[in-house]
């Protein structure tokens, strides 16, 4: 099955609770707003909160199910911060069906030797410790749903090492090792698949900050690389665990 070509049937989604972070900008934002397109009651997370507002506002414009809003700075969030987003989301809504890390930090473009330390830890931070921190406190959620999808964002140069890149590139295998390790351990034992979309140049203020001399319309838009999305997300990837899939 070529997930670029995935055409999703309108209810696809209808009835799930899906989580997003990083859903105020970008592939998140679109994400967000398709995964409601399709039926799905969304959880925006993010730290701007003005911004997730305004995409709370169009999914309810587009009449999709109501949104929720949950504020969560992945630089700085605890253990204890994430205990409570469980606390609140199994109040909330009882269980969740669908996760997707988004949210990233792209760094420094730099040589290792001349990569500053602080730049490394909020990389590593946002981009492996946070979803460490947030995929532990979430799975007995994730396992209350009889078809469950984490869905972890990786780049192609989380796959073979790309000079200048630095903790970006490093935080991206990281991201690639973890989706592997827990579709390992859960397949099987439970309903939750794990992978990862390497989303591909697309046209986004992160993509923009590592190209800047690119002409931002050579590149796809986030509505185009949803496909892929939607195919991991819905039913129809049911028993696919432990793969990386390119959205185009
Ligand atoms: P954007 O910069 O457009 O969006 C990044 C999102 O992450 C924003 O919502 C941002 O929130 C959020 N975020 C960043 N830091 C934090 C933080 N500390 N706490 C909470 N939220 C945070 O990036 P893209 O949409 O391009 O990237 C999305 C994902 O896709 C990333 O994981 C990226 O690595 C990956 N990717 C992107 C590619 C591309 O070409 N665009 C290619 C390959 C991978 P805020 O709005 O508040 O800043």
């Known amino acids: 099955m070529d997930s670029t070509h995935y055409s999703a049937p309108k209810d696809l989604l209808a009835g799930k609770i899906i989580g997003v972070t990083g859903a105020s900008d970008g592939i998140g934002a679109v994400a967000a707003k398709t995964f409601a397109s399709c039926g799905a009651t969304v959880i925006l997370m993010g730290r701007t909160v003005p911004k997730l507002e305004a995409i709370y506002d169009a999914i309810e414009a587009a009449g999709g199910p109501q949104p929720a809003i949950y504020p969560v700075c992945l630089e700085g969030a605890s253990e204890k911060d994430y205990e409570d987003m469980h606390n609140h989301l199994e109040e909330a809504f009882g269980q969740l069906d669908g996760l997707l890390h988004n ?18 830890q909020k990389v590593m931070q946002v981009n492996v410790t946070a979803e460490f921190m947030m995929t532990k406190a979430l799975l007995p959620l994730l396992e209350k749903s009889d078809n469950a999808s984490l869905i972890f964002t990786t780049s192609s140069v989380g796959r073979a090492g790309k000079p200048y890149w630095g903790a970006y590139a490093i935080s991206k295998f990281a991201t690639e090792g973890m989706s592997q390790v827990l579709a390992h351990e859960l397949e099987g034992v439970s309903n939750i698949r794990v992978n990862c979309i390497n989303p591909g140049a697309t046209r986004t203020r992160m993509r923009a900050a590592a190209y800047p001399a690119e ?15 939607l195919y991991l997300m819905g039913k129809e990837s049911r028993g696919i665990t432990g793969q990386s899939l390119d959205a185009q």
């Open 103 to 120: 949210a990233g930090e792209l760094g420094q473009r730099t040589p290792i030797a001349n990569y500053k330390l602080s730049t490394w």
């Open 215 to 229: 002409d931002p319309s050579s590149v796809k838009t986030p509505e185009e690389i949803m496909p892929t999305y």
